[in-house]
């Protein structure tokens, strides 16, 4: 009698085709109607990917279907509206634009700064976007936090561990920030406002966390002071 082939046999068979036949350079997209994970073994590290050329906090809370992911990959055109930057901001989501440059190599050793956001205003994603593009994502990388104590938690973190040159926070209490970083004796913080100040502030005392205060400044001044700090 012949053997009767279950379901999930023909699956295994069916990917392990398909991963022989796959060329190995080929780019991962995004498909068209994204899998949820299965509530009995969620993804929170891994990276959901939103294709729609909208991004609204409704589509967010209807993608994400209530699992924790902590990253969000999306369309490089797509308008993302002021309540899904609410959105990922109030889940603590990390969100980049889904490139095929977006992956770095990671034979190639890279310099990486990381930017913190606390006063999420309109300058301040556009400056942060704008800046990530520019490399692909493979320099810079940005969260958004909830309050000060996240920020200066974060920030310290970052610099003592070595996973970054240097760090960028954006926040209205900027003052209060510098000091409760300067703590640590390898944090070297500043509260900057003028871009040209930055060059002699990473020689003569290693700057390596620049606060900002964003109210009332425009995407190009933001711009120019992420770019700025990111030289050398």
């Given at each position: 009698m012949?053997?009767?082939?279950?379901?999930?046999?023909?699956?295994?068979?069916?990917?392990?085709?398909?991963?022989?036949?796959?060329?190995?350079?080929?780019?991962?997209?995004?498909?068209?109607?994204?899998v949820?994970?299965?509530?009995?073994?969620?993804?929170p590290?891994?990276?959901?990917?939103?294709t729609?050329?909208?991004v609204t906090?409704?589509?967010?809370?209807?993608?994400?279907?209530?699992q924790?992911?902590?990253?969000?990959?999306?369309?490089?055109?797509?308008?993302?509206?002021?309540?899904?930057?609410?959105?990922?901001?109030?889940?603590?989501?990390v969100?980049?634009?889904?490139?095929?440059?977006a992956?770095p190599?990671?034979?190639?050793p890279?310099?990486?700064?990381k930017?913190l956001?606390?006063?999420?205003?309109?300058?301040v994603?556009q400056?942060?976007e704008?800046?990530?593009?520019q490399?692909?994502?493979?320099?810079?990388?940005?969260?958004?936090?909830?309050?000060?104590?996240?920020?200066?938690?974060?920030?310290?973190?970052?610099?003592?561990?070595?996973e970054v040159?240097?760090?960028?926070?954006?926040?209205?209490?900027?003052?209060?920030?510098?000091?409760r970083?300067?703590r640590?004796?390898?944090?070297?913080?500043?509260?900057v406002?003028?871009v040209?100040?930055?060059p002699?502030?990473?020689?003569?005392?290693?700057?390596?966390?620049?606060?900002?205060?964003?109210?009332?400044?425009?995407?190009?001044?933001?711009?120019?002071?992420?770019?700025?700090?990111?030289?050398?």
């Open positions: 012949a053997a009767v082939l279950d379901e999930k046999l023909v699956e295994k068979i069916v990917g392990e085709v398909m991963t022989r036949i796959r060329p190995t350079s080929q780019p991962v997209r995004a498909a068209l109607s994204p949820r994970p299965s509530p009995l073994s969620p993804q590290s891994a990276t959901f990917a939103v729609d050329r909208v906090a409704e589509l967010l809370a209807s993608r994400l279907n209530g924790k992911w902590t990253k969000v990959a999306i369309c490089p055109k797509a308008v993302i509206t002021p309540s899904a930057f609410d959105y990922l901001r109030t889940h603590k989501i969100w980049h634009r889904n490139t095929a440059e992956a190599n990671p034979n190639k890279i310099t990486r700064w930017v956001i606390v006063t999420a205003t309109p300058g994603l400056a942060v704008h800046t990530e593009s490399t692909f994502g493979k320099q810079w990388s940005h969260e958004l936090l909830g309050g000060v104590d996240e920020a200066v938690s974060a920030a310290m973190s970052a610099i003592n561990r070595g040159s240097g760090v960028s926070v954006f926040a209205d209490h900027a003052e209060l920030i510098a000091c970083a300067n640590s004796e390898r944090v070297h913080a500043a509260v406002s003028d040209q100040l930055i002699a502030l990473k020689q003569y005392m290693q700057l390596n966390l620049m606060v900002v205060r964003p109210s009332g400044r425009s995407f190009f001044e933001l711009r120019n002071l992420l770019k700025e700090f990111g030289k050398g």
